[in-house]
């Protein structure tokens, strides 16, 4: 039987409750339906040591060492590694050729032991296990902040055959981290710097939450993979940069929710401060708090670099939520604390953030496909929108020129919740909804209503339902998300594209439809081929014969036009990074992945066609050009 808890008085923390094995297993079925509180009294998350951010940020900063309110979501097959449903740490030096011992789970005590039966915590932090332990929890605690109902609702599948993601918290020798499709693996290295001190990849949160955002990204829109365009790039590498939610509770009563102070600025919007500091001298490597503008990024190639512009948005919008509820009256009177502050801005930026994800297209994601994508999901989340939120993160995303101020006012304009899903033929939505073979036959029976070209093979990349949290106790209606695309094949003709000139590519085109159980369509995000489809056809037919088309018509057109342009586009993008010389073959040696050698884009045959897709998140070095020497490719961090 369970033990029940003491009274909890003002300021005490709540004492957990007992439950017996049997008894925590029927809790944990209904936990979605529990808050965050609840769950760590049931026992159903528990507390881990973590750093706030890394080393050098808790030898700085006395109080940002161990984060004393870290949990993790407990699961029943938690194992020694540790090992869960969806992760496993393998603690194998490439190096050294060594394999470490796991951290061995005590399933009565639900804490983990090193071999000489130590629990694992704060006072063995200089230990390989506790690297094990720390690095599980990061990434079972970010898996938990984006699967929730607060953020997608539903579980997240890897790009990957299999449903545990390989971790090495200690790959070996170097400055690296990366996440890797082909391995089905985040590797972390570890190296030295100039003065001598071991710097541990894996012990800073960012750096964890930053890599494990691409295998994040991959297993989400996995099409996302095969893209030359700068953005698509930059978007993977901005979605690692949203989570640090404990640092920020820290760090609002130091600033008193002031975020953009001094102090505000250099800590909770950097970016893997140990590991910057000590590869290239700089306080961090990319910074939250910026003023970069999209448009200074024109000609800019280097993913990271661009990411910064997105990065710096979502932290405007963060700090804008935060400023506001601290200026809002409780029922009391009284003002909010920065903590509360804090604690909002939070569990809003989840909605904001991460819901919108499932919105996005399926094959190149642009910055303005994501600001939209923000907006309309607030616009179903909260239709009436009391706060002004909506209006607030547009005028974000036009300072920074992700968006233009005439497509704000269009977003902006009061419409209907929703259309009518599209097509002559009526699918079940419920039926579309489970399988993809049913969702192939509702698009295939539509394809004129859909433009999508008669010729083309449909694939459907993924199709499932959602229940989207929007506050305490409230969902959305339940979703249905379709993603679906198909491949145009181009021809490479001309001396731009190097040595793949007279070989042939595709351009990945498709979209995202959002619906629910009834039918309404929320959400209709498509990325446009050049190919005629029938409703097209007719209507070129018709401006050849002088006569008058239907507003049906002028859509199909603008769409085709649309695909037009993107097929240029890609086309301009592809030649100049042959050019830059960035296009090439995966090198791999003994050790793993050799990132000075490999490009950031790999060239694949398949099937008789070339397809070009981002390497394991390497970049252009950019601290020092001059010293690069032929080593041109560095590791993403």
Sequence with gaps: MAKKSSPVKKGEKAVAVALSPAETRDVYASRRFLDGVTQKKLGLKVRFDTYYKDPLVAKNNPGLEIDDDFYVPWEPRIGDGPTSARFAIVDYDSTRNTLEEPAKWSVGEKVFLDPKGRRIDRALKETAHFRQVSTWAILQSTLDFFESPSGLGRRISW?????????????????????????????????????????????????????????????????LLEAVSPQTGAFHEFLGDLRNNSFRKELAARTKGHLKTKSGDELIASVATEFGNAVSGQPYLRSAGNEHFLGEYKDEIEPHALSEVMTGAMFDIFVALTEQYLKRERSDGETHTPAQSLQYAVAQMQIIAIQALDLLPPVEVTFNDYARAVLRNLAIANPTDPTNYREMIADIFVHREIMTAEERTDLLVRAPLYDRMPGTISHDPELIGSSRAAAYRYLDDNRDKLFIPDHVDIMVDEVFTSEKMVGPGLFQPKQIILQYLWRENLALAGR??????????????????????????????????????????????????????????????????????????????????????????????????????????????????????????????????????????????
């Excluded at 499709?181 to 985040?186: D, T, V």
């Excluded at 939450?209 to 099409?223: K, Q």
């Excluded at 036009?561 to 960035?582: F, P, T």
């Design 496 to 637: 731009q594209f190097g040595s793949f000139s007279g070989k042939t590519t595709s351009l990945l085109c498709g979209g995202t439809m959002v619906f629910d159980v009834n039918g309404s369509l929320l959400y209709w995000a498509r990325k446009p081929g050049s190919e005629p489809f029938a409703i097209a056809s007719v209507a070129m037919e018709k401006i050849k014969s002088r006569k008058k088309l239907f507003g049906t018509e002028q859509v199909a057109l603008a769409e085709l036009e649309a695909g037009k342009q993107r097929r240029q586009e890609y086309l301009d993008a592809l030649a100049r990074r042959i050019e830059e010389g960035m296009v090439g073959e995966e090198l791999a040696g003994p050790e793993g992945l050799v990132g000075s050698l490999t490009p950031p884009l790999i060239a694949r045959e398949v099937d008789g066609s070339v397809r070009f897709e981002l390497s394991p998140h390497f970049h252009v070095y950019d601290a020092d050009d001059s010293s690069l020497g032929a080593l041109r490719w560095q590791m993403s961090s």
């Design 159 to 223: 790009a990957f055959e299999g449903n545990r993601l390989l971790v090495t918290p200690n790959a070996g020798y170097g400055a690296n981290a990366y996440y890797d499709r082909q391995s089905k693996s985040l590797q972390f290295y570890y190296f030295d710097d100039d003065n001598g001190q071991r710097i541990h990849t894996c012990l800073s949160s960012d750096i964890v939450n930053h890599e494990f955002g691409h295998a994040l990204l991959d297993g989400i829109r996995p099409y």
